[in-house]
Nanobody, 121 residues
Framework: QVQLVESGGGLVRPGGSLSLSCAAS????????AGWYRQAPGKERELVASSTRGGASTNYADSVKGRFTISTDHSKKTVYLQMTKIEPEATAVYYC??????????????WGQGTQVTVSS
C-alpha cells in the first residue's frame, strides 16, 4: 500500500516562502502524476498545481501561477511544492495526491493527510 506523507507546513509571513514535501512510501515504482490541493476553512478543496508525465508537464491555478512550483524527485519518491510571495489567501490545509505504479506493476492513487499552512504577520 502506497502512503503519502506531507510535511513543511507552518506559519509564514505574507510575501514569504515555504516548501512543502510529499513523500511516498511503500512499494512505489514510479510516480507519474501528482497534484497539490488546498482547502481553506469554509471553502471547497481546490487544485493548486499538478504535474503529469513524471513531472514533464505542469499546470497551475491562475492564483498561484508564477509563484508556486511543483516538482518531483523520482529518486526520493517525493513531490514538492515550492511557494513564494505567499499571500494571506493561501492559508489552508494542503494535500498532495500522487498516481503511479507499484513494484508489482499495479496502479496506485494515494492522498496524503494534509499539512497546515498559515499566512499571517
Amino acid at each position: 500500500q502506497v502512503q503519502l506523507v506531507e510535511s513543511g507546513g507552518g506559519l509564514v509571513r505574507p510575501g514569504g516562502s515555504l516548501s512543502l514535501s510529499c513523500a511516498a512510501s511503500g512499494p512505489v515504482f514510479s510516480i507519474n502524476d501528482a497534484g497539490w490541493y488546498r482547502q481553506a476553512p469554509g471553502k471547497e478543496r481546490e487544485l493548486v498545481a499538478s504535474s503529469t508525465r513524471g513531472g514533464a508537464s505542469t499546470n497551475y491555478a491562475d492564483s498561484v501561477k508564477g509563484r508556486f512550483t511543483i516538482s518531483t524527485d523520482h529518486s526520493k519518491k517525493t513531490v514538492y511544492l515550492q511557494m513564494t510571495k505567499i499571500e494571506p489567501e493561501a492559508t489552508a490545509v494542503y494535500y498532495c495526491d500522487a498516481r503511479g505504479m507499484t513494484r508489482t506493476l499495479t496502479g496506485f492513487d494515494s492522498w496524503g493527510q494534509g499539512t497546515q499552512v498559515t499566512v499571517s504577520s
